[in-house]
């Protein structure tokens, strides 16, 4: 089993802490979720685990044949290269071998009868069996299928966005690395392929540590998780679910306290100001301990959302509405004959294909794109704000504070009251101290959360959102998915985020290509499941056919040497299995329990997550023994 240490790790940027002495490690078979309000250091700390960057202080531990393999947000793809060259770029013998096999097929394949390759085609084969690439090269070939990229010869610079972050998670998910580390994968991918990227990470060999918007995505793959929150990293077993849970008991607790050091500061505050400091120097160590709580006072620090209610600009019941409508846009058709009639306090979701047109879509509801036929209706007292993929320009010199103080020094909530920017900013998760901080030093993440107040601000009553999950973290996305539960105006929104649709939208309008949209009553989860309903009762008609013709031929005897039932001691095996298994369970709650209370002790966490592997790992064996055994307890 391999291991990467994070040993007292400090990185700062600019006067900012990014994280101070953090320490932890990650296992082979470990899958780590990192979470943490924008601005606070995940990709940085991402950068530093693989060797992109470095800290101030600690260092990074790791096995010498050990091998990281990491995919950025934006991946860094030379736009000279075809496909084939980046995603078989590397120097490790399985790679090289893959890659020359690749070629030599090629070759062969339209010059069968060519010595050379022939020759050369030999050569690969004898390497693929040297090296055992066999698995790999079928790895490879159903990675590529399953995210789209079929076309290896076309040129890195005629891709999409999209298209090259499919072709930058392809590259390292061929490689097998040791440690996978992943920037916001779910980006670009639709949820067939989202839901064949859980699988294949849940099975992953290796050990995962993953950035991502995606709140279903960490709940189903994760194991560990690591919040990175005012210069600390605070571990927690488990996936999201547990993670919430955790959290939340943690602040309680720390809130607890919180209030007992108050009630005991005012006890303090009162003999302090009878005369303490002349009496005797007996009384020097209740002095200095009352020094000590003032001066930790307040220390609760926390990223809790909380409320947003802006008040929007009244609206009426017309609000957008799209009669026969028609677009083709880049040689593709858009929309057909389209009729869309948006009310207020609509909730739609977008969703679909890449590249069917659903950006394009919003762009026509936001006049930016005019129809080729048929007509958009916008009634009187819209008031539009369009949150795009592509953030406005922000001077860099400007201040935080002033760039919102161009809309104004206050707005007003739904209830009547007036609330100044400063405040604005703490309730969408920008701390005091960051107010008066240039633009040009925030990170890309807390960028777009501004842009996205600033829109918020201007009151609208119909938002349009395209793709807000891709660069937004959680605690924001809450932030958002309050606001719009109860902002009074109409919502539309992009998405592939199965969590923020289905907290957000009642109806969805699905692109399947070509200009065919289907519209939908209920959320994306229904939604995704009756679509797999629908192939897997396609396949089950399938099958019902082969059967039919298959049942005209007689049946083969059964086999004499079939297991029909248990040995002896099999069967006291089975007596006592359901007990271990309970037994297993019962100790990996406790280990778990006492891992969430030690969160800080990194010595003792290092000896339970020893000690949980184990437990997880036989009880994993005895479920496969007991789903062995008890297919044979019934005869």
Sequence with gaps: MKEMKVIDLTKTYGEKVLFDNISFSIRTGERVGLIGVNGTGKSNLLNVITGRDSGEKGEIQTPKDYRIGYLLQEPELKSEQTVFDALFEGDTPILVALRNYEKALEHLTLDPMNEDYQNAYSKAEQAMNDHDAWLAETNAKTILSKLGIIDLDQSIATLSGGQRKRVGLAQVLIQEPDLLVLDEPTNHLDFQTITWLENYLSAYRGALLLVTHDRYFLDRIVNRMIELSHGQAIMYTGNYEAYITARAERQEASIRAEHKRKQLYTKELAWMRTGAK???????????????????????????????????????????????????????PIIKEFNLLIQAKDRIGISGKNGAGKSTLLNVLAGR????????????????????????????????????????????????????????????????????????????????????????????????????????????????????????????????????????????????????????????????????MGKIANQEKNSDHKKSISEEKPKAPKSKDVKEKLTYTEQKEWETIEDELFELESEIETIQKKMSENSSDFTLLQELQESLTLNEKELEEKMTRWEYLSQFESN
């Design 369 to 532: 794109i005019p129809l080729d036929s048929g007509t958009l209706v916008v009634g009187e007292t819209v008031k539009i704000a369009y949150y795009t993929q592509t953030t406005e320009e922000m001077d860099p010199n400007k201040r935080v504070i002033s760039f919102l103080q161009e809309v104004g020094e206050e707005v007003e909530t739904s209830n009547g009251e007036r609330i100044s920017v400063t405040n604005l900013l703490e309730q969408f998760l920008f701390e005091k101290s960051s107010h008066g901080t240039l633009i040009g030093k925030l990170s890309g993440g807390e960028k777009r959360r501004l842009y996205l107040l600033k829109l918020l601000m201007q009151q609208p009553n119909v938002l349009l959102l395209d793709e807000p999950t891709n660069d937004l973290d959680i605690a924001t996305l809450t932030v958002l998915e309050d606001y719009i539960e109860t902002f009074l105006g109409a919502v539309i929104s992009v998405s592939h985020d199965r969590y923020f649709l289905d907290k957000t939208t009642e109806k969805l309008l699905i692109f399947e290509g070509e200009g065919k949209v289907v519209p939908y009553y209920g959320n994306i989860t229904t939604f995704i499941a009756e679509e797999e």
């Design 278 to 332: 002349a009496r005797s120097t007996k009384q020097q160590a209740r002095i200095n301990r009352f020094n000590d709580l003032e001066e930790n006072l307040h220390q609760v620090k926390s990223d809790e959302s909380v409320e947003m209610n802006l008040e929007g600009a009244r609206i009426g019941k017309r609000v957008l509405d799209l009669q026969q409508a028609s677009l083709t846009f880049a040689g593709h």
